[in-house]
């Protein structure tokens, strides 16, 4: 089957690299892709849009389009694709609310019973100050809209909580979201879901602040481990508790949800609580978790697509992966483009997936802040994150900067 895939980073990478190992695939599209991606798929410059994206779809007969990336999601490609005849693996634009507006995303957990963490919403900028300013510390200031990863502020003071929610309403229309901070280890459950049925992946962790220690600004991520220890009565509690619920709440609501579920979750000294639903897979928790799927991405899509997935469809290897994620310098604030970069050659079970990456002449250089995530696969997590760092470290980057410690909240170590 021909598929496109939508989306230009490293998620759609990781996609693209799997779907090239997918028997049932012979052909690969992908808009608008990037140096790394265009090794394995035929890359498509052009808009993200509904319109367009159909249009392409349709100049090229394509038997699936997979959307990587939250933004089109939002704007309603699913739609604009079911509707012109496209098996289209995401969810509509109704049921992407529950990443693109976390106002809805909170009322909408609440209303079915989803546990999560305790919260205010707020449309006004100074019933949002008053609120933070007589909240205790720390305090969690959310965006309410889409912010690739970086619309969250962590408040350990009421002038960076103040700042945080100023920043939110320097825009119009804008809405906060303030939640009170919850402890424990934080875990991404990727599922495929078909409208009914919500298959989990392995759980993995990603560290999004930029510097080793979770101190710093927020990241859209910094690397990953795979899979993340989570005991079978949390992972009970978050099949049946969270993502069940979940799918037959957007159901009951005539919002079917049909994609990939994105949980984030605090595993606190309560069970498993939503710190998020994304509408799409994590980036970078793609590059770590999709190399270790063995079955057919292609095929599980159009399962889901057609309300058809079954459990049975969905294999992993046992292995652990490893994502070290090398970014510009000056991210996440302004990062220096057009450094040179130089890939070393990788080995079986390693990939260098791109994102913030582009040609000039002959040479790769960079192009945004997350440059590359490095990916290795070992049977221990030790050794897949010496492998991920070795070659992490071959990689001719000036400047880059990359965490350390990735791994190190359980305490694992590159060896
Ligand atoms: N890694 C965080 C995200 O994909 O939102």
């Known amino acids: 089957m021909k598929v496109l895939v939508v989306g230009g980073g490293g998620r759609e990478h990781a996609i693209v690299e799997t779907l090239s190992r997918a028997p049932s695939v012979s052909e690969i599209l992908c808009t608008p892709g990037n140096p790394g991606i265009a090794a394995l798929a035929l890359c498509l410059p052009g808009p993200q849009t509904p319109a367009a994206l159909t249009v392409l779809a349709r100049q090229e007969s394509v038997d699936l389009v997979i959307v990587g990336s939250e933004a089109p999601l939002a704007d309603g490609v699913i739609n604009a694709l079911t509707a012109a005849g496209f098996p289209a693996f995401g969810p509509t634009q109704a049921a992407a609310r529950l990443e693109g507006d976390k106002t809805w995303s909170k009322a909408f957990m609440l209303r079915n019973g989803i546990p999560t963490a ?30 690739a990863g970086k619309g969250v502020t ?20 804008a809405q906060a979201v303030v939640e009170e901070f919850m402890t424990g280890q934080e875990v991404t459950v990727l599922a495929f879901c078909d409208g009914v049925r919500a298959v989990m992946m392995p759980p993995s962790q990603d560290h999004k602040t930029i510097f080793a220690g979770d101190v710093g600004p927020m990241t ?23 993502l069940d619920v979940a799918l037959r709440g957007m159901a009951q609501e005539g919002t079917p949800y049909i994609g990939v579920l994105y949980a984030g979750l605090m595993l606190t ?122 070659l992490a470290d071959a990689v001719g980057f000036a400047g880059a900067q990359m965490r350390r410690d990735i791994g190190g909240r359980i305490g694992a170590r590159p060896e």
């Open 269 to 390: 000294s309560e069970g498993p609580k939503v710190v998020e639903f994304n509408a799409r897979f994590g980036d970078p928790e793609a590059q770590a978790v999709l190399p270790l799927l063995d079955s057919d991405l292609a095929q599980i899509a159009l399962a889901c697509v057609r309300g058809e997935l079954l459990a049975e469809q969905v294999r992993f290897s046992p292995d652990a992966s490893a994502v070290i994620v090398l970014a510009a310098p000056g991210y996440p604030g302004d990062p220096e483009k057009g450094i040179p970069l130089n890939l070393p050659p990788t080995g079986e079970g390693e990939h260098i997936f791109q994102a913030g990456t582009a040609m000039q002449g002959n040479q790769l250089v960079s192009s945004g802040g997350r440059v590359l995530a490095v990916q290795a696969r070992a049977a221990s997590l030790n050794a897949a994150l010496g492998r991920a760092y070795r």
């Open 118 to 147: 305790d919260h205010r919403s707020f449309a006004d900028v100074d019933e949002a100050l008053a609120y933070v300013q007589s909240h205790p510390l720390p305090i969690v200031v959310k965006d309410a809209g889409l912010r």
């Open 220 to 242: 859209g991520g910094m690397g990953v481990i795979c899979p993340f220890p989570v005991s079978d009565a949390d992972l009970q509690t978050v099949q049946q508790g969270i």
């Open 154 to 173: 962590i408040a350990h003071s009421q002038a960076e909580a103040e700042d945080a929610v100023r920043a939110i309403f320097s825009v119009p229309d």
